[in-house]
């Protein structure tokens, strides 16, 4: 493909709350055996984006670990590649990435190296599959200067989580607001963009100039009459990880077959780094229904319309009912769940109860392991 790639994975999401205590939200469970990050990576492998950059940033180090090699992605060769970057403090600079548009900028020699015409511009806390070579191909044949995917959500769903645009007849984006109280359109950004280099290369530049640090605020909404910035309307499956509410939506959106095959088993395939773990284990009093279950778990008690990371272990008589468990959880037996998103690590002692009433509850131990 005649493209780079950039995914934006250094952001820090308060509406996150305790779940991005210890990680970035890019490095976020997803679907029992996957990291959030996973889907990005596993498009620009799949577009035969041969090389791509991940600006890291936020709580990066589980992240960091997650991306050690670079083969799970087929990222692994001598042209390209895949590339880690951290701010880094030079004689020039000693800030943070103070928004998207100054992550890139202060990574413009990633660019300027480069020799690929296009740059795919895309956020690490989405769930798609898409091709690239596609929008590639629409913004060539638009001549525009950016193409921004976009994509028609419900009248219920809330859209002052996003960016929502609203174009012409010829698909041309003629307003864009970002995370607005009263939205005019339920058609939203979905942070994926195509944009020439040399032209990213001077827009991040004069931004920097300007002490502008954002790329949606600074660029596509500032440029929105000056630049031809199309939209490209996407129809298959998207979701972002904006909030606790929609990281619960989205696992649970596994649960049903149709998204399970869109995913695990239609062409192309999404991949993650692989443990070496035993397949789970269902002892006497196991009952499973609707769930999914990772490698290396073991199971003593019922659990329903869930999803299990790797490593769980359920006690006996426990009752686990629409909730997450992350990785790496111990429940002790007598243990009633219900609603809930168990943090990783977590050990909860026997005969305990937790349900989320109204909202997702996160349930946050924070303990050492004990012998119950």
């Known amino acids: 493909m005649r493209a780079l790639g950039i995914i934006l994975a250094g952001g820090n999401n308060n509406n996150m709350k305790e779940l991005t205590v210890k990680r970035a939200a890019a490095a976020m469970p997803i679907a029992g055996n996957y990291r959030c990050i996973d889907f990005a990576l596993s498009n620009m492998s799949n577009s035969h984006v041969q090389k791509v950059a991940v600006l890291t940033q936020y709580n990066s180090r589980s992240l960091n670990e997650h991306l050690s090699s670079s083969k799970w992605w087929d990222f692994g060769r001598k042209q390209g ?3 880690i970057f951290t701010p880094t403090i030079t004689a020039d600079n000693s800030w943070w990435y103070r928004g998207t548009a100054d992550a890139i900028y202060q990574n413009l020699d990633f660019l300027k190296k480069s020799h690929e015409p296009y740059v795919v511009i895309a956020s690490g806390d989405s769930i798609y599959k898409l091709d690239y070579n596609k929008v590639l191909e629409y913004h060539v044949y638009k001549k525009a200067d950016i193409t921004v995917v976009c994509k028609e959500i419900g009248p219920d769903e809330d859209v002052s989580r996003f960016g929502v645009i609203r174009m012409n007849e010829d698909s ?69 990880i904006t909030c606790v509410e929609s990281y619960y939506q989205t696992n649970m959106d596994f649960l049903k077959p149709e998204v399970r095959r869109y995913f695990f088993h239609d062409y192309p395939d999404i991949y993650s780094k692989i443990d070496d773990l035993p397949p789970a284990k269902y002892n006497v009093g196991a009952d499973v229904r609707n769930s999914l279950v990772s490698s290396g778990c073991i199971l003593n008690g019922k659990v329903e319309n869930s999803i299990l990371y790797k490593k769980v272990y ?8 629409n909730s997450i468990i992350l990785n790496d959880v111990y429940i002790g037996d007598n243990t009633y769940i219900e609603n809930c998103i168990i943090e990783s690590h977590d050990t909860l002692r026997a005969n305990m109860t937790y349900i989320g009433e109204e909202d997702i509850r996160i349930v946050f131990e924070n303990n050492e392991r004990f012998v119950l």
């Open 81 to 83: 590649g895949l590339f």
């Open 172 to 240: 041309r984006i003629e307003e864009f607001e970002e995370k607005p109280m009263v939205a005019k359109s339920n058609t939203i950004s979905t942070g994926i963009y195509v944009i020439r280099r040399r032209q990213l290369i001077e827009l991040m530049e004069k931004c920097a100039l300007e002490n502008r640090f954002d790329f949606v605020t600074d660029i596509l909404i500032r440029y929105k009459n000056l630049k031809r910035i199309y939209g490209y309307k996407m129809k298959e499956y998207w979701n972002s």
């Open 314 to 321: 359920i006690g006996n008589n426990c009752v686990i009912r």
